[in-house]
């Protein structure tokens, strides 16, 4: 099966850095997302990740290590909307299909 | 352009009864594919569908069932419902049959409650 571990809450300060965590085991892997939610929303694409490296885009940026089954999405200048729901999700291949795993989710606060 | 419709918003439903949750994909997009939040957790993956045909299916009991039509909209039925099967269903589109850097664009779902 496939297993996806994120911190389950995490909290920063407006303009600070904050970094989340994933780390996953599975077979067939296909690419890692990342997607944010807000309380009662539903989730937003926010980056793809398949090959080893940094992608970054405007103040988020993610990086994955397919070796070691990490990753992480970097926020950048935080600001009070980025309270939220971060989801890492794996896509893996299996019995012909395509498949994607979401993990449970960091609950991000920000605070002034 | 209109993103992801999912009708109804929000149903309540007892116990036993069965229910029909429709989508509509974004225009252009081919793949549909369900998910089932409960509060606190990630979405779960149900089915996967991509031009008319089946092509993913995950952990869920025989009474979830779906189908996507010539237009590329989708029904998610469940047979038999369950107070177990209150959750947010969301669906989620994408131009291929892998998110890849596309990602998949989630309506913003149907909230069911079965009492």
């Known amino acids: 099966g496939q297993n996806i571990d994120q911190p389950t809450e995490m909290t920063a300060t407006e303009g600070a850095i904050v970094q989340i965590n994933c780390t996953y085991q599975t077979s067939g892997f296909n690419g890692l997302f990342w997607y944010q939610q807000h309380a009662g929303e539903a989730p937003t694409f926010l980056s793809y990740?398949?090959?080893?490296g940094l992608e970054e885009k405007g103040r988020f940026s993610s990086f994955l290590s397919r070796s070691k089954g990490y990753s992480y999405l970097l926020l950048k200048e935080l600001q009070m909307k980025d309270s939220a729901s971060y989801l890492c999700?794996?896509?893996?291949?299996?019995?012909?299909?395509?498949?994607?795993?979401f993990g449970r989710g960091t609950s991000l606060i920000v605070h002034p | 352009d209109a993103g992801v419709t999912q009708s109804p918003t929000h149903l309540i439903k007892t116990r036993g009864q069965h229910v029909t949750l429709r989508c509509s994909p974004i225009s252009g997009h081919k793949s549909v594919s369900w998910y089932q939040q409960v509060l606190g957790q990630g979405p779960q993956f149900i089915f996967q569908?991509?031009?008319?045909?089946?092509?993913g299916r995950g952990n869920f009991p025989d009474r979830f069932s779906a189908r996507q039509f010539p237009n590329y909209s989708s029904e998610l039925n469940v047979n038999a419902l369950l107070l177990g099967d209150s959750a947010l269903y969301l669906c989620?589109?994408?131009?291929?049959?892998?998110?890849?850097?596309?990602?998949?664009?989630f309506g913003s779902g149907t909230r069911l409650t079965v009492v």
């Open positions: 999700a794996v896509d893996h291949f299996e019995g012909g299909s395509y498949i994607p795993t």
């Open positions: 989620a589109s994408s131009p291929t049959r892998q998110g890849s850097g596309y990602g998949y664009t």
């Open positions: 990740n398949v090959l080893d």
């Open positions: 569908y991509y031009e008319k045909e089946e092509r």
